[in-house]
């Protein structure tokens, strides 16, 4: 069994992707080839937003978002350290301190109510009402990053209404939630930018890096289309700001084209085989499986369900490795423990959700392809486990 079966989309799509890539190859506009500004409008009409501007990854997506804001030295950024690396790291890289608020743990997501305790320990440092980094005491309020964890959207009515209040941008991490949707409104399209990332093992991902920026903000549109490629102002030897070589490969844009004509029927598939782990694994006492708030449709980039220790989880991921039954831990270590961000100077303690959640959290295997008799063999195996 696959943790991602990326074998059994191929088949579907190949002639259509082949006959794009041979476009390609025909055409020879490898760099900014007519399917990135293909894939940039359909996507930006699927999303609901005036401007999609692709870039090089998820990650460098978050950077070009956060330099448009202008983001840098001194400056507070909020986010969740129950996320992968790339969130907190691009605040880094520009210079800036990343703030980090612990999560809910029926969402995985901001709990809005700390983060507002966040966004005041900062603006008055004072960390006695919320853990704070330890160069925190100069620091100013500048933008939230919210994360759509597992493809779940995180409460942005009450994250961007917070932000309004204290004058932060929020950019929403969507680089697994592409494909999610909260009362009508489509992950990417749900804060002031939305972030996604075409990994491959993302829900809409390509065969290889990619990602892209979602917005109505005709400006920081414009910034980001500079920033993508060196700063470029009329053409590229104009150099109006210091920026990156992040563009999208018309490559990868063209397999995206194709990838994304089934997408629509694979969040489908997606919503189908989530329901039916959730009905399998409900007779499991000893599992917490995943609830989806009213009003939201994950994107279910993952599967995740809690243990009820880290000895039960390696109990249940050992009976399902014997199995041939592949699993993974998003993520074994919050970014407040993590060596990367040492210096910040939090401690264990800082955000107990995130660091529960990081010794009991597992998720199972999750593709548009998985067949129910799979799934109801994950439910016998985990079954048989006994609990802790
Ligand atoms: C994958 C991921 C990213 C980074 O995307 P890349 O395309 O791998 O650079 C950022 N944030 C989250 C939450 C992710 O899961």
Redesign the pocket.
């Given at each position: 069994m696959q943790f991602i079966d990326l074998a059994t989309q191929q088949q579907k799509i190949k002639q259509t992707m082949e006959a794009n890539i041979h476009t390609v190859l025909e055409h020879g506009k490898y760099i900014m080839g007519p399917e990135v500004k293909a894939l940039e409008d359909k996507l930006g009409a699927h999303v609901g937003v005036k401007h999609a501007v692709g870039c090089a990854?998820?990650?460098?997506a978050?950077l070009v978002a956060l330099m448009a804001y202008g983001v840098g030295p001194g400056d507070a950024i909020f986010t969740s350290p129950f996320?992968?690396v790339?969130?907190a790291e691009v605040i880094s890289l520009v210079g800036a301190t990343p703030v980090f608020v612990d999560i809910d743990k029926t969402t995985f997501n901001l709990v809005p109510k700390k983060l507002e305790a966040a966004i005041e320990a900062a603006a008055n440092q004072d960390p006695s009402l919320h853990p704070l980094p330890q160069k925190a005491l100069a620091l100013r309020p500048k933008g939230i990053i919210g994360?759509d964890?597992f493809g779940l959207p995180a409460d942005y009515d009450t994250i961007n209404a917070m932000a309004k209040k204290h004058g932060l941008f929020v950019i929403e991490?969507a680089?697994?939630s592409f494909g999610a949707v909260h009362e009508g409104k489509k992950a990417c399209s749900l804060a002031n930018v939305g972030c996604t990332?075409?990994?491959p093992a993302?829900p809409l991902g390509g065969y290889g890096?990619?990602?892209m920026c979602f917005t109505d903000d005709g400006a920081l549109a414009d910034s980001m289309r500079s920033l993508r490629i060196h700063g470029k102002g009329s053409d590229k030897y104009d150099n109006v700001r210091v920026g990156l070589n992040s563009r999208l490969d018309t490559l990868q844009a063209a397999i995206l084209l194709a990838k994304f004509d089934i997408f629509p029927k694979e969040m489908d598939l997606r919503q189908e085989v989530a329901q039916r782990y959730t009905e399998i694994l409900a007779s499991n006492p000893a599992l917490i499986v995943p609830e989806i708030p009213a009003g939201y449709v994950s994107a279910w980039?993952q599967y995740s369900v809690m243990a009820q220790s880290e000895e039960h989880r390696k109990a249940c991921q050992d009976a399902l490795k014997a199995e041939g039954i592949p699993t993974a831990i998003y993520y074994p270590i919050p970014l407040h423990l993590q060596k990367a961000f040492a210096d910040l100077g939090y401690t264990e303690g800082d955000f107990p959700m995130s660091e529960a959640c990081s010794r009991r959290i597992f998720s199972l295997p999750m593709h548009p392809y998985l067949e129910k008799a799979d799934q109801e063999r994950i439910g016998d195996v985990l079954q048989k486990v006994a609990g802790y």
């Open positions: 990854s998820g990650t460098d978050l996320t992968f790339a969130t994360v964890l991490d680089a697994q990332s075409f990994f993302k890096d990619g990602g980039a």
